[in-house]
């Protein structure tokens, strides 16, 4: 019975309390994309000078802050403590909800038909032909090329979309538009990465390597449900990546390689200035506006696939498989992880020297490098 007193006495706090954030939340929402919208084109500081008079609708967010300015250190306490209390929420909520997918992913395969339908579909379909079996030198180097570029063009795209003050800025050699270091290095990593795709692209092909990552067949589709349901229940598809990948892992590798890396690069070229500016029909039919709202997602979709696939890689027998990736061999032993970790520490390295005392030599090379 002392149920009763309790809700009604929670009640009131609880709606009062979220009753007063909104409208912090939405000042901070405002505050938080109007920079953001302002960063897009920071190549453009002149013209921002008089586009940042609306910005000045922001301090509103800093005229309030004299007023929490008592907070921030309380507030850090407070806030700190929270957020480990809210971590630890968090991670138990997980845990929570990947045991109950578990479980109801093995109540699934116990239900009339599913056995069947396991059975029927193992998670994998036999390729077409035998293509060769293994990874030649040409998938490993482009493999490791796209991990290095892809890590410094997610970083560089983001310091695009986030840094409002870049520490310099990039005029090419032509005299076309001035753009930040960021978008420079962004591009230019784009431009490498493209040529790196479309070697693999036609390395694959040539290869007959295609069908691996290609689906070939509609089971493609029934058998990666059965593979999701088999990486649900946590007794996971037999691992086979060195002849053949499970349905689910080809139809993520497809839809990374032949629609998110070339939906990435159109999306990219229309916002660049490599687009053709004259051509008024095609940009009316395709708006730079679809550009931007889809590119960032694209990367968004990258960067989930990048960590599911890593763990995937270490879930499911670390050293064989990085020993097809980086060591070319199917035995297990340590020659695949060391090379693997060769690879990290060159990515690192890349991550370190991404900064403009290094960049600005290079980048001068192309056009002139300015502090504004
Ligand atoms: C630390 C980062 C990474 C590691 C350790 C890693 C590891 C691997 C391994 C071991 C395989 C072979 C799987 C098997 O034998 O079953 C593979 C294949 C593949 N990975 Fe990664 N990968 C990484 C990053 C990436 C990134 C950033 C991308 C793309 C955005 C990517 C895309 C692919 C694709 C498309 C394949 C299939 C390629 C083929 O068979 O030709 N990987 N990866
Ligand atoms: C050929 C490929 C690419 C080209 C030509 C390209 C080009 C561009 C351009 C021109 C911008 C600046 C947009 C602006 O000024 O508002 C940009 C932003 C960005 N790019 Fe790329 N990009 C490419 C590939 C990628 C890839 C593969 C990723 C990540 C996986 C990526 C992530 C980003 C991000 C996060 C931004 C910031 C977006 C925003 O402000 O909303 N880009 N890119």
Redesign the pocket.
């Known amino acids: 019975m002392q149920a009763v007193p309790e809700p009604v006495v929670q009640a009131p706090a609880a709606a009062a309390a979220p009753a007063a954030p909104p409208a912090v939340v939405v000042a901070e929402t405002v505050a938080a994309t109007e920079p953001q919208a302002t960063s897009i084109e920071p190549e453009i500081p002149e013209t921002r000078a008089v586009a940042a008079a609306p910005a000045a609708a922001a301090p509103p967010a800093v005229v309030e802050k004299p007023e929490t300015s008592k907070r921030p250190k309380a507030a850090a306490k407070l806030y700190g403590s929270r957020t480990l209390a809210q971590w630890i929420k968090l991670a138990v909520g997980a845990v929570a909800a990947a045991a109950i997918l578990v479980l109801a992913a093995r109540g699934v395969t116990t239900l009339p038909g599913v056995p069947e339908f396991l059975e029927r579909y193992p998670g994998e379909y036999s390729l077409p032909q035998s293509a060769d079996a293994g990874?030649p030198w040409w998938?490993q180097w482009?493999?490791f090329l796209?991990?290095f570029l892809?890590?410094l063009i997610i970083r560089s795209g983001y310091q695009v979309r986030t840094q409002q003050k870049p520490p310099a800025f990039w005029t090419p050699k032509s005299g076309g538009k001035k753009i930040s270091i960021n978008l420079w290095l962004h591009q230019s990593l784009d431009i490498l990465w493209l040529a790196n795709g479309l070697i693999?692209a036609v390395l694959?092909f040539a290869s007959g390597?295609w069908m691996?990552?290609v689906p070939t067949s509609w089971e493609v589709f029934p058998n990666a449900l059965s593979a999701l349901l088999q990486y649900m229940t946590l007794d996971w598809p037999v691992?086979?990546?060195?002849v053949n990948?499970n349905s689910l892992?080809q139809l993520?590798?497809f839809l990374?390689?032949f629609i998110?890396?070339p939906l990435a690069a159109i999306t990219g070229v229309r916002m660049s200035e490599f687009w053709p500016k004259n051509a008024k029909t095609l940009n009316k039919a395709y708006q730079v506006e679809v550009a931007r709202a889809l590119h960032f997602p694209t990367m968004l979709f990258?960067v989930l696939?990048?960590l599911i696939?890593?763990f995937l890689?270490?879930a499911?027998g670390a050293l064989?498989?990085?020993?097809?990736?980086?060591g070319g061999t199917d035995v297990i032993n340590w020659t695949?992880f060391w090379l693997?970790a060769a690879?990290?520490a060159i990515?690192t390295a890349g991550w370190y020297a991404a900064r403009p005392i290094v960049l600005a030599p290079i980048a001068k090379l192309f056009g002139q490098v300015s502090s504004r």
Not at 320 to 326: A, D, G, V
Request: hydrophobic residues 60%; without cysteine; charged residues 10%.
């Open positions: 990874f998938a482009t493999h796209n991990i892809m890590v693999f694959l390597r691996r990552i691992e086979n990546g060195w990948y892992q993520m590798y990374v390689v998110a890396a990258f696939f990048i696939h890593v890689v270490f499911t064989r498989n990085l020993n097809h990736m980086f695949g693997f690879a990290i990515t």
